[in-house]
């Protein structure tokens, strides 16, 4: 069976799948949909092969979520940064999340946490399903499924955290308190008390999925299997994760070592193994149909009948919502007018309205980049330049940062002349490769610096509590032992 798309879950309330998670799922050939149909009791949800995979598929449709990884999530990692002009001043749309005004009511807020922890907890309700029907699938198809699933857990916390948490990993080495941990399925409001982890508790969890998942996944799904080597999980998806966490973590030899695992030595870039993942020979192609480029890792796949939802999809943010900050990425020297990336993604402004951003062109079509090749190359490239001794410029660290910047531009190259200025080129590279990816918010953080001012916005101290979200204020009414960020 292919699977040419993983639909969200339509007009189902997040607490009935917070609570139940147990939703029978349409399959077609060509398009997995996992569209509720009718309701299965516990006894029934996994007595079939079909029924686990549409289960399985239940839980990518809801990290696709447009309150989630289908749209909002990269918005707020985003326009939280200094790269963006608030156009609207429109609350619904991260108004507040722009200007670091939102309060523990807001329903981003609300609305957010619910999407993750519904994602969580449709995952713990699968895995303890597939547990508990032993024999109704071969053991190793069973720790494939469950292998997904720990990866979706893994993301779905990842998010989270980096918003919730109360400081970034790097301030304190993960001592301060995150989200709860919820790794058992919850179908009532019996399981509702549950504590606050801490950063590091958190981080270890996802490691441990990602490790599980790394192990268990398919290499790749296979040439016929349509546009599954991008929207589901296999080994290199879960290999770049775990770079991205152990990045969050400052753990620098870690994240070499994976990088080794899907980065070969030397140019042209590509994984030895595995699925055959390298740049795409133009910045454009990544994010135009049919999306399946050898750069698109992982991505949440959005059509017109599936869309994201009103006012969640990246395209409606960046056309309408917002615009690019003259001062900020789009203003430097490093960004050029040859650079392909503007010429491509660059609406020029008209009268005062700022500069749009059109990276993302069908606001119903497009699909969502979770993890893309380029990304996991610079992330390689910070690694190795932050690990050499000295002031030496990592000669590979140079050319994986060049590999970026030619496919953009080939008239022009970073030449760095020490490691610090390398490290400072890297991330200049970062802003602009992925920008409106949900990436600034993330890359400020791990360094524990403050918020740069943007417009009328002043800058944000590491230290303020408006550098963190607040925890929703549904969750300190019905957890009683949940505490706020302070």
């Given at each position: 069976?292919t699977?040419?798309?993983?639909n ?23 398009n ?7 309701s299965?009791?516990?006894a029934t949800a996994?007595s079939s ?13 809801a990290?696709?979520?447009g309150q ?9 990692q ?7 002009i608030?156009?609207?001043t ?6 507040g ?24 907890n ?7 399903g597939?547990d ?16 997904e699933?720990?990866?979706a ?11 919730y ?6 301030a ?6 995150s989200?709860?941990l919820r790794l058992?399925?919850?179908k009532?409001?019996?399981?509702a008390?549950?504590a ?6 958190v ?8 490790n599980?998942a790394?192990?268990?996944?398919p290499?790749?799904?296979?040439a016929?299997a349509?546009?599954?080597n ?9 290999i ?13 030899a870690?994240?070499?070592?994976e990088g080794?695992k899907?980065?070969?030595t030397?140019?042209p870039?590509?994984?030895p ?7 795409a020979?133009t910045?454009?192609a ?11 890792i992982?991505?949440m ?7 994201p939802g009103?006012?969640n ?13 003259s ?6 020297t ?23 951003w059109?990276k993302?062109?069908?606001?119903l079509?497009?699909?969502?980049p979770?993890?893309?090749y380029?990304?996991v190359?610079l992330n ?11 002031t030496?410029?990592?000669?590979r660290?140079l ?9 953009a531009?080939a ?15 890297i991330?200049?590279e ?11 918010s993330?890359d400020?953080?791990r360094?524990?610096i403050?918020?740069?001012g943007?417009a009328?916005?002043s800058?944000?101290p590491s230290?303020s509590?408006?550098?963190v ?5 549904s ?12």
């Amino acid at each position: 069976m292919t699977m040419k798309l993983i639909n969200n879950v339509n007009r189902l309330s997040l607490l009935a799948i917070a609570l139940t998670a147990m939703v029978s799922t349409g399959c077609k050939k060509e398009n997995l949909s996992p569209v509720p149909q009718t309701s299965l009791s516990d006894a029934t949800a996994f007595s079939s092969p079909q029924r686990i995979s549409q289960q399985v598929f239940g839980v990518y449709s809801a990290i696709k979520s447009g309150q989630f990884l289908g749209g909002r999530a990269m918005i707020y990692q985003d326009v939280r940064g200094e790269d963006w002009i608030n156009v609207t001043t429109n609350g619904v749309t991260a108004f507040g999340v722009w200007n670091f005004s939102i309060t523990e009511g807001d329903n981003q807020v609300e609305n957010y946490w619910a999407a993750g922890y519904a994602a969580i907890n449709r995952a713990n309700v699968v895995l303890e399903g597939i547990d508990a029907n032993p024999t109704v699938i071969p053991a190793t198809l069973a720790n494939q499924y469950k292998a997904e699933v720990r990866f979706a857990r893994a993301l779905s916390y990842f998010y989270l955290q980096s918003l919730y948490a109360r400081r970034p990993y790097n301030a304190d080495n993960g001592a301060s308190l995150s989200v709860p941990l919820r790794l058992s399925a919850n179908k009532s409001s019996a399981g509702a008390s549950l504590a606050r982890s801490t950063q590091a508790q958190v981080f270890n969890q996802i490691l441990d999925d990602l490790n599980y998942a790394e192990t268990n996944l398919p290499a790749t799904y296979g040439a016929a299997a349509g546009d599954s080597n991008v929207v589901r999980a296999h080994k290199n998806a879960a290999i770049a994760m775990k770079m991205r966490v152990y990045m969050h973590m400052n753990r620098w030899a870690d994240v070499i070592t994976e990088g080794n695992k899907i980065v070969s030595t030397s140019a042209p870039f590509q994984s030895p193994s595995n699925i055959n993942h390298r740049l795409a020979t133009t910045a454009l192609a990544p994010f135009r149909s049919p999306y399946t480029s050898t750069e698109n890792i992982f991505s949440m796949p959005m059509s017109n009948t599936n869309s994201p939802g009103t006012q969640n999809g990246l395209g409606g943010y960046w056309t309408n919502e917002f615009g690019l900050n003259s001062s900020g990425i789009l203003g430097s020297t490093s960004f050029p007018a040859t650079d392909a990336r503007r010429t491509n993604f660059l609406t020029p402004a008209v009268g005062t309205t700022p500069a749009r951003w059109t990276k993302f062109n069908d606001d119903l079509n497009n699909y969502v980049p979770v993890i893309r090749y380029a990304e996991v190359l610079l992330n390689l490239a910070e690694a190795l330049a932050r690990q050499a001794t000295g002031t030496t410029v990592d000669t590979r660290a140079l050319a994986l940062l060049n590999a970026v910047r030619n496919r953009a531009d080939a008239s022009v190259s970073w030449n760095p002349a020490t490691k610090n200025d390398l490290i400072n080129a890297i991330l200049t590279e970062r802003r602009i490769e992925l920008l409106g990816e949900g990436f600034r918010s993330l890359d400020i953080m791990r360094q524990v610096i403050d918020f740069p001012g943007k417009a009328s916005v002043s800058s944000v101290p590491s230290s303020s509590l408006s550098y963190v979200w607040p925890i929703p204020a549904s969750e300190l009414q019905l957890n009683p032992l949940m505490v706020r960020n302070n």
